[in-house]
């Protein structure tokens, strides 16, 4: 499916969809736990791989719907393993989601038998390896069936939990998997990062609702370190015999901001003057993507947040580029690189090799395509710029990579090119954010949906 975008205004009142990564987290943990309600969920294809991995387990979910009719899934009721997964009668398809996999290989780990995992082509090229070292040193087994670190994997345990090494700069999802998984074993675990810690904000979305499900597991720090920012972490501690119960029975999801970034995105670049995008749902949480709404104001956007009531109000704005690193906000990079093409001057996107391991090589991927639109973007290894100005921009057939995200930012960019833009693999925002097309339509997007 292609969406074709037109130059068009936007203005109006929305709602920010629920997080993906608490949703997964939450699903999991109550997975761990006797169960639990899961309120305000993402449901979305990438949590429903993580749905089907609890329902392997031995778990059950079940879905409640709105009163009003619409469809619209109020709470997931999951009925959980309590601790002790089962072995799965087959395969698990964790589809296109990172998350899923990482963090049912932790699962996996527990299970007295032989666990498969499997997924999309993409999931299937992406980077795993490390985390089947740190589970056999952890005493289980875990294999690439293909012997180069990718999925399909081979997963075997149980293991008691003890001492794992690992790289913190290729993915955080490893340290989520072994600290979720440890909390359950008989001996805890030990993590000791082997180089500087990559999205450590999403360590602290685990550690955060681990406590809200009444689990402890810290970050180490080493030396003077007062300030205890997660990502000068030098390890985690996870102590095992640990049970999963969230106070109540019941978790509530926040709103994404990764998500929120689009929303707030189109209404900077393409609120009309005098008129405004609001965004309700945000909420404050562990989440390193609010930091979109300081990137916006250093560009210069008018934006404004009450984190009390969970309101976001953006409007018009002139926008300048500005240097953003982004080692704690790796999906935030295709929404700068698209507030970096309206923006006048040179937006510098820094840190960001790790945001080439996610569905597809986004760095490439947004350089490639913005090109395509008339912008002109240099790529490093490690370092995108993007020389922007709203006057730049042309519409063209552009490739969303069958990435959620190059999807989205790049009908962001189609809003104010000049022409038609059309984006080739519409469908995946299925992956975080099923009704992104009908959000932007309502506030006001000239944007169609064609097969
Ligand atoms: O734990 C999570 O929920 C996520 C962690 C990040 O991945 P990495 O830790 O692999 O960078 C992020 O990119 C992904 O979208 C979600
Ligand atoms: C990289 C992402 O997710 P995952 O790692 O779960 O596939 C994402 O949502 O941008």
Request: glycine fraction near 12%; hydrophobic fraction near 40%.
């Amino acid at each position: 499916m292609d969406a074709v975008i037109s130059k068009s205004w936007v203005e109006g009142r929305t709602r920010a969809p629920p997080s993906k990564s608490y949703t997964h987290r939450a699903i999991l943990a109550a997975g761990y736990a006797d169960g639990a309600r899961v309120l305000n969920p993402l449901v979305s294809a990438d949590t429903e791989a993580t749905m089907r991995s609890v329902e392997a387990f031995g778990g059950s979910v079940e879905r409640s719907t709105d009163a009003d009719g619409d469809g619209d899934v109020t709470a997931l009721d999951v009925t959980g393993f309590d601790g002790r997964p089962g072995v799965p009668d087959d395969v698990i398809d964790c589809a296109n989601s990172g998350t899923t996999m990482r963090l049912v290989t932790g699962c996996a780990g527990l299970a007295d038998g032989i666990t498969v995992l499997t997924g999309d082509g993409s999931l299937r090229s992406r980077p795993q390896g490390p985390l089947l070292d740190a589970l056999d040193a952890l005493g289980g087994r875990a294999e690439s069936t293909r012997g180069n670190g990718q999925a399909p994997l081979v997963l075997k345990g149980p293991t008691a939990g003890g001492e794992v090494s690992i790289p913190g700069d290729v993915s955080s999802q490893y340290i989520t998997a072994l600290l979720m998984a440890g909390a359950v074993t008989d001996e805890g675990v030990d993590i000791d990062l082997e180089t500087e810690l990559k999205s450590a904000p999403y360590v602290d979305i685990t550690l955060e609702l681990l406590a809200d499900f009444g689990v402890e597991a810290t970050a180490v720090f080493e030396g003077e370190d007062d300030d205890h920012d997660t990502a000068d972490a030098t390890g985690f501690h996870v102590d095992g015999g640990q049970s999963y119960s969230p106070e109540g029975g019941e978790y509530h999801v926040p709103g994404d901001f990764s998500s929120i970034s689009y929303l707030l995105a189109a209404g900077a670049v393409a609120a009309e003057e005098g008129a405004s995008v609001v965004v309700e749902g945000a909420v404050p949480s562990a989440q390193g993507d609010t930091a979109i709404v300081e990137i916006l104001e250093r560009m210069g956007a008018d934006v404004e947040w009450d984190r009390e009531a969970g309101e976001l109000v953006v409007r018009a704005s002139s926008l300048s580029g500005v240097e953003v690193d982004v080692g704690d906000t790796p999906d935030l990079l295709p929404t700068i690189a698209v507030l970096g093409a309206v923006a006048d001057g040179e937006t510098r996107i820094t840190n960001c090799e790790h945001v080439r391991y996610k569905e597809t090589d986004r760095v490439s991927a947004m350089a490639e395509e913005l090109g395509k639109m008339g912008v002109e973007v240099t790529e490093e290894r490690d370092v995108l710029t993007v020389h922007g100005s709203r006057t730049d921009l042309v519409g063209a057939d552009v490739d969303g990579r069958a990435d959620h995200r190059i999807v989205m930012s790049l009908t962001v960019a189609g809003l104010v090119a000049d022409g038609e833009t059309r984006v080739a693999g519409a469908e995946h925002v299925d992956v975080s954010f099923p009704d992104f097309f009908e959000t932007l339509g309502d506030i006001g997007a000239d944007v169609d949906l064609v097969d």
